[in-house]
């Protein structure tokens, strides 16, 4: 009787063993599709044996556990790929409408550039007194206005486009980590039974790879089969039972620019915040977005500054000095919300030719003001004079003037970011292009109203142009200068000596019969530089020189008032497209905005290359991963082949044990 009772004792723990396979193989079978979803097999073992008649005998199996297939370090793999390809796709979706904008064939800033300077300053130029190429000038100055400032209206519009994400973002990111907090409870609950809770295991590691989407994380295993989730810098997200919200909060200087902070402290985040969309979204806006605005920034600031004040030079058809033809949107200064006191501050751009791309903090201990470039981040040479209470820092290019500042605070200072945004053009009346050089150089004297030359020498005056100062050994003529009377006064250079290569002649520079300075020219040097100076605008000097081999004791030059109908300031002022005006004397306007062109042609390249390159890694982890938790479907249909034979033949043993019982107790009858 033991024989037959262990045979379908036996058999019936097979039996049962092999219905719970086919119950998992089934399982497995149905969740193929499922994301996240982890292959699970049963763990079987022979039951202990019994002795019987001197031998042990089997009593059978069972099934110790439903395991599922899993590799911690695959699944680490996916979770980080994801978030690094995540980031770079974002980086590359954000980029390339950047790329589009500025170097796509559809932007028109390069071509208005081109129109204002190449058509309409140049036609003016080439004719000064023809109304209709004044007017076509008004108006490439109006066209390119608009343009810089749509331009720049499409990257602020990118900037607010980037605050809404990092809105819904930091929302995904919190339903997430609230969500694998409450699998923690549930699995540690589960787990005290020593059996494994497989489906929420993967349910939980799928919300995971989800999160990795949205920011790089790091993940470390807890008692309970817990898990605390990190940023990659090491800011707790979940903590067992716990989850840690984000919120997006405005800057602290800027509140147009949102930043991710703790919810419970507002503790700023973003600095450390990398991969997943978040991260890609803050590299993005930090990277590309805002030093594109201040490029562009730099180079409207650059044009109305160098344009308006070759304006200043000139006369226009009334005779009177240019007034501006553009206008730059201000330069910004931000105070911290952590500040104290009631500080008063402004700021503007004094020197475009020195200004950077870069933003700065300004910050007050009590007795003295650092500037930090921010860009770089390295001190800015700054320096500090108090007048009346108002202190005047300059950095630069930047002046700002500041009083009642407490110790602690700070400000953030953008000398461009919204200069293209705020870009005007303010002529609209032809005539009030100041297209003429206030004076033309001429050989000769005045006589009765004619210009009659009668030199002998080969002494030549130049035209003359602007500059900032006088330079050594000019000389300054007293009692004359430029912008104090309209039209300015005519000047006559006599010479009051003659001789030949190496000699020195003299000369003298008069206004009608007052004799204004005197000098020498050292006949076959490089001559001699005349300065007349400016009175405010624009300041500075109107230059020329004498010079030359041979001179004629009697030879007369004289500088005239130009009127409006000669075109020298508009040559001047079309000259400017190529002069190296910006950065420091390196850069033209039109080699800023080449170098903003070729660096985001660059970046959208690189994230290019980089988004395929993080896929390609990220698609090489998920397989590499489900090669080891997928489902095999081939796999699976074989392992339901082997179960359906067992539990057929335990099933048939039982069979047989019943039918011997039965043929014993008919024998026994």
């Known amino acids: 009787m033991s024989g037959i009772s262990g045979l379908v004792s036996s058999a019936l723990t097979g039996l049962q063993a092999a219905q719970a396979a086919l119950q998992v193989t089934g399982n497995n079978i149905a969740n193929v599709n499922t994301p996240g979803y982890s292959t699970e097999n049963v763990v079987q073992s022979a039951l202990a044996p019994s002795l019987y008649g001197g031998q042990y005998l089997g009593n059978g199996t069972q099934i ?12 680490q793999q996916v979770w980080s790929t994801t978030a690094a390809a995540s980031g770079a796709n974002t980086l590359n979706t954000q980029l390339q409408g950047i790329v589009n904008l500025l170097a796509g064939s559809s932007n ?4 208005s550039i081109q129109q204002f300077f190449a058509s309409g300053v140049a036609q003016v130029a080439a004719n000064p007194a023809d109304m209709p190429s004044r007017q076509n000038l008004i108006s490439q100055a109006q066209s390119l206005a608009q343009t810089i400032q749509s331009t720049a209206q499409q990257l602020q519009q990118a900037s607010t486009g980037v605050n809404q994400q990092i809105g819904q973002s930091v929302a995904s990111i919190n ?21 494994t809770p497989n489906t929420l295991l993967d349910q939980r590691d799928q919300l995971i790879t989800q999160l990795s989407a949205l920011v790089g994380v ?9 898990v605390s989730v990190f940023t990659g810098n090491g800011q707790v997200l979940v903590a067992g ?3 840690f919200d984000l919120q997006a909060v405005p800057n602290a200087y800027d509140p147009t620019q949102t930043e991710v902070a703790y919810a419970a402290n507002g503790a700023v985040l973003s600095a450390g915040l990398q991969g997943g969309t978040l991260g890609g979204l803050l590299q993005f806006r930090s990277q590309v977005l805002q030093p594109a605005q201040n490029a562009l920034g730099q180079m409207a600031v650059g044009l109305a500054a160098q344009v308006n004040a070759q304006q200043a030079q000139g006369l226009d058809l009334n005779g009177q000095f240019g007034a501006a033809m553009f206008q730059a949107g201000p330069l910004q200064v931000l ?14 751009v004094t020197n475009a030719s ?10 007050y201990d009590g007795s003295t003001w650092s500037a930090v470039n921010l860009s770089t981040g390295q001190p800015a040479a700054l320096t500090t004079s108090t007048s009346a209470g108002v202190t005047t820092l300059s950095f630069d290019g930047v002046q700002i003037n500041v009083s009642g500042a407490q110790a602690g605070n700070s400000f953030l200072v953008e000398p461009t970011r919204y200069a293209a945004l705020g870009f005007q053009s303010l002529l609209t009346n032809p005539a009030q292009v100041a297209a003429a050089s206030p004076y033309v150089s001429s050989a000769g004297q005045m006589v009765s109203g004619s210009l009659v030359n009668t030199n002998l020498g080969n002494l030549t005056l130049s035209a003359g142009q602007y500059t900032a100062s006088s330079g050594a050994g000019s000389l300054v003529p007293g009692g004359v200068t430029l912008g104090a009377t309209s039209p300015p006064p005519s000047l006559q250079i006599t010479l009051t000596s003659g001789g030949s290569s190496g000699a020195a ?11 204004l300075a005197s000098g020498s020219v050292t006949l076959g040097s490089s001559g001699q530089v005349i300065a007349i100076p400016y009175t405010t605008p624009p300041g500075g000097y109107w230059s020329v020189t004498l010079a030359g081999s041979v001179a004629a004791s009697g030879d007369a030059f004289t500088l005239s008032a130009a009127g409006g109908g000669n075109g020298g300031n508009a040559q001047a002022m079309a000259a400017l497209q190529t002069a190296k005006t910006l950065s420091g004397g390196t850069a033209s306007l039109e080699d800023v905005y080449t170098q903003l062109v070729a660096r985001v042609a660059t970046q959208g390249s690189q994230a290019q290359s980089a988004a395929s390159a993080a896929s390609a890694v990220a698609a090489q982890a998920v397989a590499a991963q489900q090669s080891v938790s997928g489902v095999n479907l081939d796999e699976e249909a074989t392992r339901l082949l082997q179960y359906q034979q067992a539990y057929q033949a335990a099933a048939k043993a039982i069979q047989v044990g019943n039918s011997l019982f039965t043929s014993l107790l008919q024998a026994v009858q």
Request: hydrophobic letters at 35%; charged letters at 5%.
């Open 335 to 348: 105070a911290s919300s952590a500040n104290t006191g009631s500080a008063v501050i402004s700021g503007s």
């Open 175 to 195: 339903t997430l980590t609230q969500q694998i907090a409450q699998l923690n409870v549930q699995i540690n609950n589960l787990s005290g039974s020593g059996s």
């Open 241 to 243: 039972n716990q989850s």
């Open 505 to 515: 002649v003299g000369f003298q520079i008069s206004s009608g019969t007052s004799v």
């Open 354 to 363: 020195a200004l950077t791309t870069a933003d700065y903090t300004l910050r």
């Open 64 to 75: 110790d556990a439903v395991s599922r297939a899993y590799n911690g370090y695959l699944t």
């Open 218 to 226: 790091s993940v470390l295993p807890q008692a309970g089969n817990q």
């Open 108 to 111: 028109g800033l390069s071509t």
